[in-house]
């Protein structure tokens, strides 16, 4: 009988209870469908939770989570966030970085010394070493470790990071690239000039489930309609773009529309819209679909995401979306699924809103084609596929 | 105040048609001054970097602004929208305008004058890096016109 692959996959968090991120909740889900293929499954990750204060919280050690041993390495100390932060305002700006300047930024980031030297001495029992997301120090240093059996799960933004010279080191440096989406494999290629042989689009399957709008509605008291966003709150995510947009909006149309959160983060409504928020924190998955199968539409304002699972998810609620259109990957399963409407400025935004809410029978249209393209696209059958395919 | 300018086939939905369509009502209704005012710039603030490729809009947003820089510091109708007492708050509110207007006046003809200046600077920066591209590409036209064929 033959030995089972061995994979280990790297990220500096480990998708868990409160620590919820899409790419590390990417990472979980395919490394728990390669378990049930029969892989052996490691996951080396920090023991940090929070991903502003990477506080060591989780013990370090190993344990085994859905049939996966995840390994806690603890964070290094020792950063000298000055430098770190000086740095990234400089890249953020887009202005010239020495190699030396960059390596400074990497290694006053988030590292683990701890990880590095598990890598180097056990890396070698592995087939394959999928690591991610790609903007992480710790990401930086691990791939340079097994460079021949490492695969590249960047989650790839058209962001300053991106441009960085040894972030294309990285990306060159590497046996393969999984990619979430064409859009983001095709921003890989434009900036690196990637041999596409080995770039693979895998994304994650989702399975559907049932929802309860009505008796999300009840608990709740609510009795107008109202769009929905679940995820980070903060500016990167576009959460105060969404906040200012939906308050004129409800000031000009004079149409009585709340708004919906649900995720972590602190935000600052304006004034005349935050009684008009309701804010419900972390919730349950079920809690989360029923949010999405009661709303007009699920808005998603950011242009930074390279899959974007909740959108996906709000399409098996039967809901539309309403998204940023600056980004390449949302606006792209827009088109390709004709599920959801997109905006690059207010007067786009109010119109889009104004005709979701205005025609039913285009929401319930637009949900259905949503539904079809993530069964069709994003079943765990299909997605499995392209993944083993990918780890060949 | 959206009002529908397009009619909606439900029936296969085709999603880059209606976005064609909101794009153009749009245009239309900006063109009309619909979407115009100091409230839509304010809504754009956090929007700005998105807009870089977009030099329509940018243009729309200097209009914005410039509606939007000057603070109207005159005099307003004073009003109460609580009925009890509504006249004595009216009288109150009245009494404390006249008292901080000397001082106000000064603090906001002074903001008004920071604002336009600074409208002034972009106007000027918008202006000339215009003119500036217009002559670089007049000069690329000549110079290609120069290349042999092929």
């Known amino acids: 009988m033959s030995t089972p692959p061995r994979i280990a996959f790297v990220s500096p968090r480990f998708s868990e209870g409160p620590t919820v991120g899409g790419a590390e909740t990417l990472l979980r889900q395919l490394a728990e469908r390669l378990v049930s293929k029969g892989w052996q499954v490691d996951y080396l990750t920090t023991c940090a939770r929070n991903h502003f204060t990477w506080e060591n919280e989780v013990p370090p050690g190993h344990t085994s989570i859905a049939g996966i041993t995840v390994h806690y390495f603890p964070v290094d100390s020792g950063r000298d966030l000055n430098t770190f932060i000086t740095i990234q305002n400089r890249i953020s700006r887009s202005m010239e970085l020495t190699r030396d300047e960059e390596l400074s930024w990497h290694h006053n980031n988030v590292n683990s010394q701890a990880l590095y030297h598990y890598l180097k001495t056990e890396g070698h029992r592995y087939d394959r070493i999928v690591m991610g997301p790609y903007l992480f120090a710790l990401v930086y240093f691990a791939s340079q470790i097994h460079p021949d059996k490492t695969i590249l799960l960047p989650c790839l933004h058209d962001e300053s990071f991106a441009y960085l010279k040894t972030v294309r080191e990285m990306f060159l440096n590497v046996k393969g690239w999984i990619f979430n989406s064409d859009p983001e494999r095709n921003l890989a290629q434009q900036l690196y000039g990637l041999d596409l042989a080995k770039a693979h689009v895998v994304g994650m399957g989702l399975n559907g489930f049932d929802t309860n709008p009505k008796g999300f509605r009840q608990r709740h008291h609510l009795t107008t309609p109202y769009i929905l966003y679940s995820g980070r709150r903060e500016p990167m995510k576009g959460t105060p773009i969404l906040l200012d947009y939906l308050d004129i909006f409800r000031e000009r149309t004079g149409l009585n529309i709340k708004l919906v959160l649900t995720g972590s983060g602190t935000y600052d409504p304006p004034t005349r819209l935050a009684p008009h928020i309701l804010d419900l924190g972390f919730v349950t998955e079920q809690e989360k679909h029923d949010a999405m199968a009661g709303a007009i539409a699920f808005c998603h304002p950011s242009v930074n995401e390279s899959f974007s699972i909740v959108i996906l998810e709000s399409w098996l609620a039967d809901t539309p979306v309403l998204v940023h259109g600056a980004g390449d990957v949302m606006p792209d399963h827009c088109r390709k699924s004709n599920g959801g409407l997109w905006f690059r400025n207010y007067p786009e935004f109010e119109e889009a809103l104004s005709l979701l809410l205005g025609k039913p029978s285009l929401r319930e249209a637009m949900g259905k084609a949503g539904k079809d393209y993530v069964q069709h696209h994003y079943s765990w059958p299909s997605v499995e596929s392209r993944l083993l395919e990918a780890l060949r | ?150």
């Not at chain 2, 085709?14 to 115009?36: H, L």
């Not at chain 2, 004073?78 to 901080?100: G, Y």
């Not at chain 2, 972009?122 to 092929?150: F, Q």
């Open chain 2, 1 to 150: 105040m959206s009002t529908e300018l397009f009619e909606i086939d439900t029936e296969g939905v085709d999603v880059q048609r209606i976005m064609a369509e909101i794009q153009e009502t749009v245009a239309a209704k900006m063109k009309s001054g619909a979407y115009a005012g100091a409230q839509l710039a304010r809504a754009e603030r956090y929007n700005l970097m998105h807009m870089k490729k977009d030099e329509n809009f940018f243009e729309f947003y200097m209009e914005s602004l410039r509606e939007a820089v000057f603070i109207d510091i005159n005099d307003f109708e004073i009003r109460e929208r609580r009925t009890a007492f509504a006249p004595l708050l009216v009288k109150l509110k009245k009494i404390i305008w006249s008292l901080l207007k000397f001082y106000t006046y000064r603090l906001w003809s002074q903001q008004n004058q920071v604002n336009g200046l600074l409208l002034s600077a972009a106007e000027e920066v918008d202006r000339k890096y215009r003119e500036k591209i217009k002559t670089l590409e007049a000069r690329i036209v000549k110079l290609e016109s120069k290349l042999p064929p092929g």
